[in-house]
């Protein structure tokens, strides 16, 4: 059994998730319930992203305190979240007081060690609203690829790192202001001193070919030294001697969190205030960080960093499962311009399962992806409920009709009944080697291989003819096509938990599916004389008219979504 930290993107505080968001977070839900399966000792943990100047900038727009909006969105997202099924270790925050003693004690210790400096530098000043414009507070043109809202920390864009001075035709995020420069005083971190250990682990790591060249590629190019601090009010408090006012730059903050929040988990488990360095100073524990292609910079190479230069004997990535960007019908989300479906939406519109599946089935891992409500139609009508629904009600109905809702013994066994288990038991150990190398949505793709195996199986073998003449041929049939259905439920678990529970108990068993642990029960037959559940339709079939009315279907969905949401998420994006 090994130790695994799986670990997602904290979501910004700053508004409901998105499909794009939730992406992120369903992909390590999914892995993390793969390796419990598996028998392996995990901790999933992530939580929201509640400092720094986008959390600063949308509550100055609205005139409230950030806090104010942190709690209410954090509370929310927690519900959701777990509506979605996510089976978090943690779900913690960034204002959280463990986390925020680790990132100061964290940062006192860089700078023991020479890391952290202070420099005086000119940064851009909005005269009209009489504050500095770090980060988010600034946007302009991208000097690398002319992408006209970029900001003064990264291009969305093309997802290079920036600073305030390398926009071109800057303005102010708040009033359009064109900004003036004035000299301040910052502390920085100097990560150059790491470079070469970091381009060394950077080119034997075990990370993902595009992760790697990526980051190997950015590394040669060297590190520089970044501004530490920032001049806004919301965030860390800066733990330095002459820092006041300033406080930690929120990308250093959150990177920690990861970290902070084992630490949290474990304590709150009884474990101690040191249980945290067994996971993370243990070479053999294995850390999996599933981000956005934009993120790639600060967990391939900020992190490490920060982690060497520590001096402490931290475990690096060993994998980031970075994906493209989900795009919704072909345009980037946006909640100012009403582009998207958010998660809340979502839940109106079909059951979390659903959702959870179709995102996998649509995971960006080659490219851009667009959402579109033509493909959700058809995988939710054609995989979910003719692939999968269909087998498991058709077989279990012919239990329950047939053989008094007892699962009936495989005592007539032919050659084609012996090559059918054989592939399915191939599908299996390819879908755990697709699962192992992060690979989802094939996984994804060779579970609904064994759904359409075992509904060919089933038409071909035809024990609706041998049931008048010979039983126990038929009998043998269904045993068949009951394992089948069986490896389907277990299989679907990490991807579908609610309805796997559900198809698991229609089969028979008392336990729950999650506990049924693979390396001893997914190649196993299913028992022969054990008695059925209650069974019924694992889903619905969209209407035949459902794509005629998705706009209005998704503007109630957003009206329901929104008559539950906390003060200050209502009305956003929601028509008059």
């Known amino acids: 059994m090994s130790k695994y930290i799986v670990m997602s993107a904290w979501p910004y505080s700053n508004f409901i998730p998105h499909l794009g968001t939730v992406l992120h977070l369903l992909s390590a839900d999914v892995y993390a319930r793969y390796l419990?399966?598996?028998?392996?000792?995990?901790?999933?943990?992530?939580?929201?992203?509640?400092?720094?100047?986008?959390?600063?900038?949308?509550?100055?727009?609205?005139?409230i305190m950030p806090k104010e909006l942190t709690d209410q969105v954090h509370s929310y997202d927690v519900e959701l979240f777990k509506a979605f099924g996510f089976a978090f270790s943690l779900y913690s925050r960034t204002e959280s007081p463990?986390?925020?003693e680790f990132v100061r004690s964290f940062f006192l210790g860089l700078q023991k060690r020479g890391y952290i400096f202070q420099q005086e530098e000119e940064m851009p000043y909005c005269p009209n609203d009489k504050i500095f414009l770090?980060?988010?507070?600034?946007?302009?043109?991208?000097?690398?690829?002319?992408?006209?809202?970029?900001?003064?920390?990264?291009?969305?864009?093309?997802?290079?790192?920036?600073?305030?001075?390398?926009?071109?035709?800057?303005?102010?995020?708040?009033?359009?202001?064109?900004?003036?420069?004035?000299?301040?005083?910052?502390?920085?971190?100097?990560l150059s001193k790491v470079q070469g250990n970091l381009l060394d682990w950077l080119q034997h790591s075990e990370l993902q070919d595009n992760v790697k060249n990526y980051s190997v590629e950015w590394v040669k190019q060297g590190l520089k030294p970044r501004a530490l601090t920032r001049d806004i009010e919301w965030g860390i408090d800066a733990p330095f001697e002459g820092s006041a006012g300033k406080t930690i730059y929120v990308w250093f903050d959150a990177l920690l969190g990861y970290i902070s929040?084992?630490?949290?988990?474990?304590?709150?488990?009884?474990?101690?205030?040191?249980?945290?360095?067994?996971w993370w100073f243990d070479p053999s524990t294995r850390t999996v960080y599933f981000i956005g292609k934009d993120?790639?910079?600060?967990?391939?190479?900020?992190?490490?960093?920060?982690?060497?230069?520590?001096?402490?004997?931290?475990?690096?990535?060993?994998?980031?499962?970075?994906?493209?960007?989900?795009?919704?019908?072909?345009?980037?989300?946006?909640?100012?311009?009403?582009?998207?479906?958010?998660?809340?939406?979502?839940?109106?519109?079909?059951?979390?399962?659903?959702?959870?599946?179709?995102?996998?089935?649509?995971?960006?891992?080659?490219?851009?992806?667009?959402?579109?409500?033509?493909?959700?139609?058809?995988?939710?009508?054609?995989?979910?409920?003719?692939?999968?629904?269909?087998?498991?009600?058709?077989?279990?109905?012919?239990?329950?009709?047939?053989?008094?809702?007892?699962?009936?013994?495989?005592?007539?066994?032919?050659?084609?009944?012996?090559?059918?288990?054989?592939?399915?038991?191939?599908?299996?150990?390819?879908?755990?080697?697709?699962?192992?190398?992060?690979?989802?949505?094939?996984?994804?793709?060779?579970?609904?291989?064994?759904?359409?195996?075992?509904?060919?199986?089933l038409n071909e073998s035809a024990p609706w003819d041998y049931i008048k003449t010979d039983k126990e041929r038929a009998g043998s049939i269904l045993n068949v096509a009951a394992t089948?259905?069986?490896?389907?439920?277990?299989?679907?678990?990490?991807?579908m938990p609610?309805?796997?529970?559900?198809?698991?108990?229609?089969?028979?068993?008392?336990?729950?599916?999650h506990e049924a642990l693979w390396p001893e029960t997914l190649k196993k037959p299913i028992d022969e004389g054990t008695k059925i559940g209650t069974i019924r339709p694992l889903f619905r079939k969209l209407p035949d008219d459902f794509l005629s009315h998705v706009d209005e279907m998704v503007e109630e969905a957003r009206r329901k979504a929104n008559s539950k949401r906390p003060p200050l998420l209502k009305d956003y994006g929601v028509s008059s």
């Not at 929201?48 to 609205?62: N, Q, V």
């Not at 988010?136 to 003064?152: K, L, Q, T, V």
């Not at 072909?330 to 399962?353: Q, T, Y």
């Open 295 to 457: 993120n790639i910079p600060f967990h391939a190479i900020i992190l490490p960093s920060l982690l060497m230069a520590s001096g402490e004997p931290y475990v690096l990535p060993w994998r980031i499962s970075a994906t493209d960007y989900l795009l919704y019908e072909g345009k980037h989300f946006s909640k100012s311009r009403r582009v998207g479906v958010w998660i809340d939406e979502a839940l109106e519109i079909a059951p979390a399962d659903y959702w959870r599946w179709v995102l996998i089935r649509m995971r960006p891992e080659s490219g851009d992806v667009s959402f579109q409500w033509k493909e959700f139609y058809r995988i939710a009508n054609s995989e979910l409920n003719d692939d999968i629904g269909n087998l498991a009600y058709r077989v279990l109905s012919f239990i329950r009709s047939r053989f008094n809702g007892v699962i009936p013994g495989a005592t007539k066994l032919n050659d084609r009944d012996e090559e059918v288990l054989k592939e399915v038991w191939s599908l299996v150990d390819e879908f755990n080697a697709a699962m192992n190398d992060i690979e989802l949505k094939r996984a994804s793709e060779l579970l609904l291989n064994i759904a359409r195996l075992g509904n060919r199986y």
């Open 261 to 278: 929040a084992t630490k949290e988990y474990l304590v709150s488990k009884g474990l101690g205030e040191e249980a945290w360095k067994e």
């Open 134 to 190: 770090p980060d988010r507070f600034i946007e302009g043109m991208c000097p690398y690829c002319g992408y006209e809202h970029a900001r003064g920390d990264q291009c969305d864009n093309c997802g290079r790192l920036l600073t305030p001075k390398d926009l071109i035709n800057p303005r102010c995020a708040i009033c359009g202001a064109k900004p003036i420069w004035v000299k301040t005083v910052n502390f920085y971190i100097d």
């Open 98 to 100: 463990i986390h925020k």
């Open 498 to 513: 609610q309805v796997a529970e559900d198809l698991w108990h229609q089969l028979g068993y008392t336990n729950s599916v």
């Open 484 to 495: 089948i259905v069986k490896v389907v439920s277990q299989l679907m678990a990490p991807f």
């Open 36 to 63: 419990r399966l598996m028998g392996h000792n995990v901790i999933f943990v992530t939580g929201s992203d509640e400092h720094g100047t986008p959390i600063e900038l949308e509550a100055r727009k609205r005139g």
